[in-house]
Structure formats: structure tokens, C-alpha cells
């Protein structure tokens, strides 16, 4: 199951979607790569819909820059940069 952040004891998010566009917000662990990848494919298999992975980006927070390019190398996706460090 995708883990996604904690907002208190009672709630939390994982994910958020507006029209075409949608966001993931999970803990960052290989496992949780691991299911957003099955569930992009079974996604594309169920619909026949394909993501756009060249306008699909991944971002870290407090993550270390060599996990966050490895994980987009799995996902096939680009990495945001943020203007500020």
C-alpha cells in the first residue's frame, strides 16, 4: 500500500488530482516507487492511456540527490528543481 504524508493523527495524503494533472505525496521509500510504478502500468493497461513521462516529475525533500535520480530513472520521469535549496 502507498504510504502518504502524515498531515496529524488523524489525517493524511497521498495524492491529489485536478482535471489531467495528478500529484503523489508519499514517504520516501523504495517500496513506494515500487507501487506507484505498478500502479502507472496497470493504470496504462486497464485504460490504455499512457503517462506522459516526459512532462511527469519527481521531487525529494530531504532526500539524497543520487535517490532521487534513481528513482527517476524508474519511474522514466524528469527531476523538478526548485529554485531555492
Same mark, same amino acid.
Given at each position: 500500500m502507498?504510504?502518504?504524508?502524515?498531515?496529524?493523527?488523524? =489525517?493524511? #495524503?497521498?495524492?491529489?488530482?485536478?482535471?489531467?494533472?495528478?500529484v503523489f505525496l508519499g514517504k520516501w521509500c523504495e517500496s513506494n516507487i515500487d507501487i506507484l510504478t505498478n500502479v502507472l502500468d496497470c493504470f496504462h493497461h486497464a485504460s490504455g =492511456?499512457? #503517462?506522459?513521462?516526459?512532462?511527469?516529475?519527481?521531487?525529494?525533500?530531504?532526500?539524497?540527490?543520487?535517490?532521487?535520480?534513481?528513482?527517476?530513472s524508474t519511474l522514466g520521469c524528469q527531476i523538478l528543481r526548485t529554485p531555492f535549496k
Open positions: 502507498f504510504t502518504g504524508i502524515k498531515l496529524n493523527n488523524s =489525517l493524511s #495524503i497521498s495524492h491529489m488530482f485536478f482535471a489531467d494533472d495528478m =492511456l499512457k #503517462i506522459n513521462t516526459s512532462k511527469s516529475k519527481i521531487i525529494g525533500v530531504h532526500v539524497k540527490s543520487s535517490k532521487v535520480n534513481q528513482a527517476a
